[in-house]
């Protein structure tokens, strides 16, 4: 980290001779309307992760663990894109967002909302969040895998005496269950975040960086 800051403060290609710059790189950086723009999508795109991978992840690990039985099957089919490579990920999303012959259009071509099929990885307007729709899916999985096990270990004594006392599944999960994993949820919410920031071969494979 410390070596990070000093590197950041000199004019060099990796070889050769340093030459200190003080804060000009931060100016410069600063100053790239191409560097702000990017960091602002990004920003965006963890705003809307948090809320596909995280909030849908909780979501389906209530489903999970809710009623009787592990549900495994379910468990498995939300995990699976998990465990795929991202870059297969985005090849299989690529096709389905294919604007000639892709499911997205095909789909709606068929049902008679033909005005609706966009090149959703070539336009502007759609690219991100067809991007963020399709992290959601392959993550959400495995924010489900976090909360079910944190849902799993509560005390089995104090969801009972809930439900004695009449209360229904949704209070149960939103007054006594959710208070009990705010641990599980804030490191949930970091793992997105940094995991946003990071965020690379998706964008890549899918839009090659643009539209534009």
């Known amino acids: ?4 800051v000093y590197y950041s ?8 001779t340093k030459q200190f710059v003080g804060v000009d790189n931060f100016v410069a950086l600063a100053q790239d309307t191409l560097f702000r723009s990017s960091f602002w999508h990004v920003l965006l795109y963890i705003a809307a992760t948090l809320v596909l991978e995280v909030g849908v992840g909780l979501v389906l690990a209530g489903l999970a663990t809710s009623g009787t039985g592990t549900r495994l099957w379910f468990r498995a089919a939300v ?5 795929l490579p991202m ?3 985005a090849l299989l999303w690529g096709f389905i967002y294919n604007p000639d012959f892709g499911l997205v259009n095909s789909t709606l071509r068929a049902v008679g909302l033909d005005g609706l099929a966009h090149a959703w990885l070539g336009e502007k307007q759609t690219a991100l969040w067809a991007i963020c729709l399709v992290s959601g ?10 909360f079910a096990a944190a849902l799993a ?9 809930a439900r004695l006392e009449g209360a229904s599944e949704w209070q149960l999960f939103r007054q006594i269950k959710l208070p009990m994993i705010r641990g599980s949820l804030e490191v949930a ?12 071969d998706l964008f890549y494979v899918l839009t090659n960086g643009g539209p534009y």
């Open 189 to 200: 919410a970091l793992v997105c975040v940094t995991g946003g920031f990071q965020g690379f």
């Open 87 to 89: 870059v297969v990920v």
């Open 79 to 83: 995990f699976t894109p998990v465990m």
């Open 153 to 161: 270990s509560l005390p089995k004594e104090i969801l009972e005496a």
């Open 1 to 4: 980290m410390c070596l990070t």
């Open 9 to 16: 403060t000199l004019e060099w290609n990796g070889y050769g």
């Open 137 to 146: 899916w392959a993550f959400a999985g495995f924010f489900m895998t976090i």
